[in-house]
């Protein structure tokens, strides 16, 4: 078990290690456009990357004064959609509600992006392809190959597979570190987490560890 244990971690190590930094500051920039403009952000996940979605909705707004919003975060709706009109539509009925626009954009987070061939995440496909008829941005944190996300995205950040036994949680695992990069980014960060402000207030350093 120690052995599995200290493989995981080396993957891990491995896979931050393999990120293109300039993909990542590249869409820290470009998602700044949204924190001085009117613009909001819509951002998409299935599974656990749907959990990811919804942190990354506080983060942005709390920490970065972003608009942002995330389909699943309304399960009532969501069902609701899928039991009468069908999975596939989903996602893309909630941003016609919405009335996603230029100015906008979409955030997905996807272990592969979707894929029209295998008919996977096709939710996120049919939101992307709407996104992009009405002129909205397109952000993507994805894995694999990047799928769907990767191609029509105006800026994507791929998580490489650097174990095929556990590509999709290595990749779900490191878009929260991608999500705290991001929204900690200069570009982008206008408030300070709570244990810093609370921290600088009392004219203390951070500290890791007790005792340390």
Known sequence: ?????????????????????????????????????????????????????????????????????????????????????????????????????????????????????KRVSMNIVRALELAKSSQAKIFGIVGRDGGVTRAMADVCVVIPAVSPERITPHTEGVCGVILHLIVSHPALMRSLSRWETVDQQSGQKPTSFPGK
């Open 1 to 117: 078990m120690s052995d599995f244990v200290q493989l995981y971690l080396e993957e891990s190590r491995k896979t931050i290690e393999a990120l293109d930094v300039s993909e990542l500051d590249s869409l820290a920039k470009a998602l700044s456009f949204l924190t001085d403009s009117q613009g909001r952000l819509f951002v998409i996940g299935v599974g656990g990357s749907a959990a990811t979605a919804a942190h990354a909705v506080n983060d942005l707004r709390k920490i970065c004064g972003i608009e942002a919003y995330s389909p699943c975060d309304n399960v009532a709706e969501l069902t609701a959609r899928v039991n009468d009109d069908g999975w596939e539509s989903s996602f893309a009925g909630w941003l016609k509600v919405s009335k996603i626009r230029a100015g906008d954009a979409v955030l997905v987070f996807s272990v592969g992006g979707g894929n029209v061939t």
